[in-house]
């Protein structure tokens, strides 16, 4: 039942059926919440969580669909975590964008595995296997880029980085 719902979830979104309802929204208050929601899923490894940002952070997005983003990241860098390790999020604005980066520490994604991650259905292999439906990163992947940004995967020294990025938008661009 997962597997449907993700894919016909997916399959929306590839048919850019998909109308986005911005409005302004305090990103620390978005992502609070949803750091709390995964208290239970830290405990079960003792992770910590920090939220690293200025608290008056606004940013103009569909707020339903930007936290499906970061909540498929956060729920990655739980499940990719190791034990008793941390998790960081960070936001950063800059002139004319916003970067949130969701970092963990865990085994190091090697690069070829990397480079195909945001691929529907593509699931990491071997110790890096776990139940899911490969679909998370590619809705997180196609939400963003319908949000005119972007978003990045680094792995290196046994640190995993997702970044998002997203367009700062004007009155001349509201929806």
Do not use: W
Request: one cysteine or more.
């Amino acid at each position: 039942e997962d597997l449907i719902n993700e894919f016909l979830e997916i399959a929306k979104y590839n048919l850019s059926s998909v109308t986005l309802q911005y409005r302004e929204i305090n990103l620390t208050r978005l992502l609070e919440p949803l750091v709390y929601e995964f208290g239970p899923v830290f405990d079960k490894k003792d992770l910590s969580c920090r939220l690293e940002m200025k608290e008056d952070i606004t940013l103009k997005c569909d707020a339903d669909k930007m936290l499906r983003v970061f909540d498929n990241l956060l729920q990655n860098a739980a499940v990719y975590s190791s034990k008793g390790s941390n998790i960081t999020i960070e936001a950063r604005c800059h002139a004319d964008h916003v970067t949130i980066t969701f970092s963990n520490h865990g085994s190091t994604i090697p690069k070829e595995k990397l480079d195909r991650i945001f691929q529907q259905f593509y699931r990491l292999d071997g110790e890096h296997r776990t139940e899911g439906t490969g679909l998370g990163l590619a809705i997180a992947k196609q939400i963003t880029e319908l949000h005119g940004g972007t978003i990045t995967a680094a792995s290196e020294h046994d640190e995993t980085v997702f970044t998002v990025m997203l367009p700062i938008l004007r009155n001349s661009l509201e929806n």
